[in-house]
């Protein structure tokens, strides 16, 4: 059963990763982000989605010819046909965009059965044309269209590690235009919860910075009459 319910996916829609870090940071965790991936296009909101993961491992020759993709049973395939609905799909590519985690074919067809993302620490081929697909996609860089197999897919739904972040299947991944960051499952409700009141604040914080508010004593809150102006700001935005 899904922990993200629709509330919570909404709310994790409108804050940052910047600020979901710095909640992660507060516990002691600090290796969530998927370091060196970016999004093929510009996001208008956040992606959102339980992790689904990939593993890929070093290919040796012998076993991983191009006959293996005519294989109904290919992890690489099974994974993109089994990636439930509202997930994010997340390869461990070893940080090696040299051969493609994917291509626009398997990413269309992610795409088409409504899953919330892909990551890959690695790189797709055809990222121009992924990147016209409506759905987020996030690697490191292109990879040439050859290379097919030097990486091998082997396992799914395993615990990984993506651009250096520890994924387990079930973590909630959220993606804007900076990044990605992990949420362990086990503390999504709360860190969402922080990370909806520090957006509040900070919204807050640049509309007072705007106006031509100094830093000091706004920005951490240390002048009593911030939390006064905060707490009226709050009220006329409703939130």
């Known amino acids: 059963m899904s922990i993200l319910t629709p ?35 510009r996001l208008s909101k956040s992606m959102v989605g339980e992790a689904f993961t990939l593993r890929y491992i070093p290919a040796r020759e012998d076993r ?18 089994t990636c439930p609905p509202g997930a994010v799909m997340v390869m461990d ?9 994917a291509g626009g074919i398997l990413v269309t067809r992610l795409m088409k059965r409504r899953v919330a993302g892909v990551v890959t620490d690695g790189g797709f081929r055809d990222a121009d044309d992924i990147a016209q697909i409506e759905m987020p996609a996030f690697h490191s860089r292109p990879s040439a ?9 082997l396992d799914i739904n395993v615990p990984i590690s993506c651009g250096q972040a520890p994924v ?11 990044g990605v960051i992990v949420i362990p499952a086990h503390l999504v409700v709360e860190i969402t919860a922080e990370a909806t009141e520090m957006t509040a604040f900070e919204d807050f914080v640049i509309d007072e910075v705007r106006e031509g508010q ?16 905060f707490a009226a700001w709050r009220a006329q935005q409703g939130r």
């Open 93 to 101: 590519s070893r940080g090696d965009p040299r051969a493609a985690s």
């Open 168 to 178: 387990f299947p079930g973590d909630v991944l959220v993606g804007d235009n900076d």
């Open 145 to 153: 269209p050859t290379n097919l197999t030097l990486h091998e897919a």
């Open 64 to 81: 991983n010819g191009l006959e293996v993709f005519r294989n109904p049973e290919h992890p690489q395939r099974k994974a993109v046909e």
């Open 214 to 229: 100094s830093i000091i004593g706004l920005y951490p809150a240390t002048h009593p009459e911030t939390a006064a102006r």
């Open 7 to 41: 509330e919570l996916r909404q709310a994790l829609e409108k804050v940052s990763t910047a600020t979901l870090a710095t909640a992660l940071y507060k516990r002691g965790l600090r290796q969530q982000a998927i370091q060196g991936v970016t999004p093929l296009r």
